[in-house]
């Protein structure tokens, strides 16, 4: 479903100000210097577009005089003045400005600790710009109003916990590229100390459908359908409809409401978008990034999930009982997962998969951690099985493939000959059907073309299992010099793509033994052939 486009960003609809604190909020940076300012007084200049989207954060008020908004979600393209406005405008509004309250802690935060010294770099240039601002307190890594002694700091999500902090305001930048979650969690349950903090996230589309920023993109997208009755949350998320084209200019004007305003600069963005359709790695970037597209985890991922996710339909195992069966194992010890997968052949090159997936329970948290990932949700689910320790218990996927092969028509189980040693030998020894499938390109490469095939023509059907999902997310190609991808591979460690692996050598073994072979009858054989 299409999330709207917020148009009163734009338009001159009116916008709640009962106690003139919107106003307020506009006079401050109406007062404000920077030092790379276009104008000859060098004043801040606000563009249109976010005056309206602060006198939509701090106007609208209970009647108390409480603010409503309580956390802002803005998803912008890149140079839409992000950081220069919020990191550094509204930090010092809530620091030393009109909306600073005493001993107020302000604090800014971004994925790495780089990132949140640019709003306060932001925030320091503005004040040295600025006369009246001269008597704040500017030091390496805060400034204090020198009366309120309210104070602007930063954080890192990479860094230390910052329990037992009782923050006036939040800001928090490029939440897509935040993995830890500790940081996330401590400020989140320090705002409730506070009579009326504000969490202001600003953003630009993430990749993948896991993770922390996947989830507040999706509460918001909630929020901003009417799915959710959250009036304290504001959502402004400015993203292309699905299918939109991504050279088309209407698109780019629609993404970014400050470009008629020279935020971005238009002539640039041409250049980039000219140079990103001859490049394919550049394209992605300038898609997520210059225009809010959503992308998959990987950068140049397998398949397009879009493709991949119109394959999810329902899985019955109950008929596919009767069926015959090609099982693959990928094990693993503590980084990857490990993963059992069964598909079913439909006789016309479609096949339907249900995979179940291992991991250590001692890791599920860094897991989680490192990926952004849920893992814990989904062993709570029973999506993964998490087996005590910190190896997966390799005798919980012994069982698990013994309990199959006694309940369906199993063919074969194909085993990545990596670690098999320890499972596959009882196996075999009590007479199941288990192979070797070394994960070479002589191997590997026609099974991955029969997967992709499947999947580009609908036929692949997966169920919509999300842990699934995010191994083929995670899947890169490794391509040879005529364009055929041999062998997946992942960008960084705790991606997972187990799953994809594992898929790809059950759809080949599949692919190849479904039906039998002319050989297996006599009378199917073409006339001349011998078969000794």
């Known amino acids: ?38 104008y000859q007084d060098s004043r801040f200049g ?22 409503i908004v309580r956390t802002a979600f803005i998803m912008l393209p890149r140079g839409a003045r992000k950081t220069t406005v919020v990191g550094g ?44 601002l001269s008597k704040a307190k500017v030091r390496g890594d805060y400034i204090e109003h020198p009366v309120a002694k309210s104070a602007m700091r930063l954080l890192s999500s990479e860094g230390d916990v910052a329990h037992g902090t009782t923050p006036a305001a939040i800001f928090l930048d490029e939440l897509h590229v935040w993995k830890n979650r500790k940081l996330w969690r401590a400020l989140k349950t320090g705002m409730v100390k506070s009579p009326n903090a504000l969490l202001c996230i600003t953003t630009t589309a993430g990749r993948g459908q896991t993770g922390l920023a996947w989830e507040e993109y999706l509460y918001a997208c909630k929020v901003a359908r009417g799915e959710v009755d959250n009036p304290s949350y504001l959502p402004i998320i400015f993203e292309p409809p699905p299918g939109a084209d991504w050279q088309d200019e209407k ?10 305003e020279g935020f971005p600069v238009l002539d640039e963005m041409r250049q980039a978008a000219a140079e990103a359709a001859e490049k394919p790695g550049e ?14 985890s990987a950068v140049s991922p397998f398949i397009d999930m879009a493709v991949y996710d119109e394959n999810a339909g329902e899985v019955d195992l109950d008929v596919l009982r009767g069926g015959q069966v090609w099982i693959s194992v990928d094990l693993s010890s503590t980084v ?70 006694e309940e369906f028509d199993v063919q074969e189980i194909a085993f990545d ?24 390109p002589s191997i590997m490469m026609d099974p991955i073309q029969q997967l992709e095939r499947a999947i580009v023509a609908r036929r692949f059907n997966h169920g919509g299992h999300p842990v699934l999902r995010f191994c083929f ?60």
Request: a negative charge.
């Open 417 to 440: 000959p990596h670690m098999a040693r320890q499972v596959q030998p009882r196996l075999t020894d009590d007479g199941l059907p288990c192979l070797d499938m070394r994960q070479i």
């Open 89 to 132: 405008g509204l930090g010092l509004l809530h620091a030393i400005g009109p909306e600073r309250v005493p001993r107020g802690q302000v604090l800014l935060a971004a994925g790495a600790e780089d990132q949140a010294e640019h709003g306060l770099d932001e925030a320091k240039s503005i004040i040295h710009a600025t006369p009246g």
């Open 251 to 260: 698109i780019w004007h629609l993404v970014n409401p400050g470009l008629a």
């Open 473 to 532: 997310a995670n899947a890169e190609m490794e391509r040879n010099k005529q364009g055929h991808g041999f062998r997946f591979c992942k960008s960084k460690k705790w991606l997972s793509i187990d799953g994809a692996v594992a898929a790809a050598m059950a759809v080949g073994r599949a692919s190849m033994g479904e039906g039998g072979s002319i050989y297996d009858d006599e009378e199917a054989r073409p006339d001349g052939l011998i078969f000794v």
């Open 46 to 67: 606000l563009p249109k577009f976010w005056e309206r989207i602060i006198r939509r954060i701090y106007g609208p008020r209970h009647e108390d005089g409480r603010r």
């Open 283 to 296: 394209k992605d970037d300038f898609k997520q990034y210059n225009l809010n597209f959503w992308l998959d």
């Open 1 to 38: 479903m299409t999330t709207p486009i917020p148009t009163w960003v734009s338009d001159d609809s009116p916008i709640p100000d009962p106690l003139g604190r919107g106003e307020r909020a506009i006079r401050f940076f109406g007062a404000l210097q920077h030092p790379l300012s276009p």
């Open 336 to 405: 990857d997962l490990t993963v059992i997968l069964a598909c079913w052949g439909d006789g016309e090159e479609g096949y339907t998969v249900v995979p179940w997936f291992f991991c250590p329970a001692d890791n599920l948290r860094e897991r989680e951690d490192r990926t952004g990932a849920p893992y814990v949700a989904w062993a709570e689910k029973g999506l993964i099985t998490a087996t005590p320790g910190n190896v997966v218990d390799y005798r919980a996927v012994e069982t698990k493939i013994r309990e199959l092969c």
